[in-house]
């Protein structure tokens, strides 16, 4: 007997997922492998559970199932069967996600139209195991056209995972030794290094010469992407925050913290909120402890946080104080930080 086909159910409706388990469980060849209620839980799902086929709401609050294909297709392209509202929007936003990668689409049951739920569901096994022999890889890469379905769709793919690091003194050499080993496919990376204001610009130009990933000195209001890396501008506080399903930087000109501006702990206190146990934390050689309560608080939230030793650190401060706060789980070299950043990312399945 083959093996059954592993399905993940995406539907902001717990009672729609619960009728769709409950139907597909009929069917011995579908196995239903986890739920979804929302496109960021339904993200992080196909990462942790890899399922063989997903089934997809059109229209959800939020992160609608276009804006899923979107960011799922073109990292990690897997068969997509939409399941659709028979109402005009819901029918032009299904049209939207065949044109960005799902292999087809049921409707929701419809007394005006006919469509019981039986049939939906018998439908749907059907398209589920069509689904399973289609061919998606080459999505990999792809960024699909731009559609007319409404203002809240962006091509930009809102990033599931951050690495943010912090540093002072002898950090722009450490910072210099991770960017131009880190892969151009990485998350993007948020960094608070000390600095004055206008030496900032300078040090992201010529890393960005040099490094395979995009390296800028963050603006106020801009969305992050993957294989960029995002600098605090000297003289201004920089943290993230999630904005209509999107990761966006704060720059602005706030109080010193910890005697520095910009600080490590403004933007890992931002990371640790916004992000929970979807990032990764990087504490480099400097003097003094900011950003330790920071990484601690990106602790408690999940994230998996390591620093510089103190054999290659220039000076063994920053990284100390947030390993004797128990905020790092690792203390490693410098010429192995960038290995086994992704390290960690490649076990989250990125």
Known sequence: MSQAIQVLLVDDSPLVLDLLQRGLA?????????????????????????????????????????DVLRHIMPVKPLPVVMVSALTKRGQQITLDALEAGAVDFVTKPSAEEGVGFDDMILELRTKIKIARMAKVAHWKGKNPPPTASGPDLHLQQTPEWIVAI??????????????????????????????????????????????RIRVKEAEDGEALQAGTAYLAPGGFQFSIHRVQGRLIARVYAGPKVNGHCPSVDVLMHSVAETMGNHAVGVMLTGMGGDGAEGMLNMKQQGAVNIAQNEETCVIFGMPKVAWE??????????????????????????
Do not use: W, Y
């Open 166 to 211: 912090g540093a002072s003194t002898g950090g722009t050499d450490a910072v210099r030794e991770i960017l131009t080993r880190l892969p151009s496919a990485i998350p993007p990376v948020v960094i608070t290094q000390h600095m004055p204001a206008r030496f900032t610009a300078m040090f992201a130009n010529r890393l960005n010469e040099i490094c």
């Open 325 to 350: 706060k128990g905020a790092v789980e690792e203390l490693v070299p410098l010429p192995r930080m960038a290995e086994t950043i992704v390290g960690i990312l490649e076990k989250q399945g990125l």
């Open 26 to 66: 009929l069917d011995s060849s579908i196995q239903v492998v986890g739920t979804a209620k929302s496109g960021q839980e339904a993200l992080m799902k196909v990462n942790t559970l890899s399922p063989q086929v997903m089934t997809l709401d059109v229209e959800m609050p939020g992160m609608n199932g276009v």
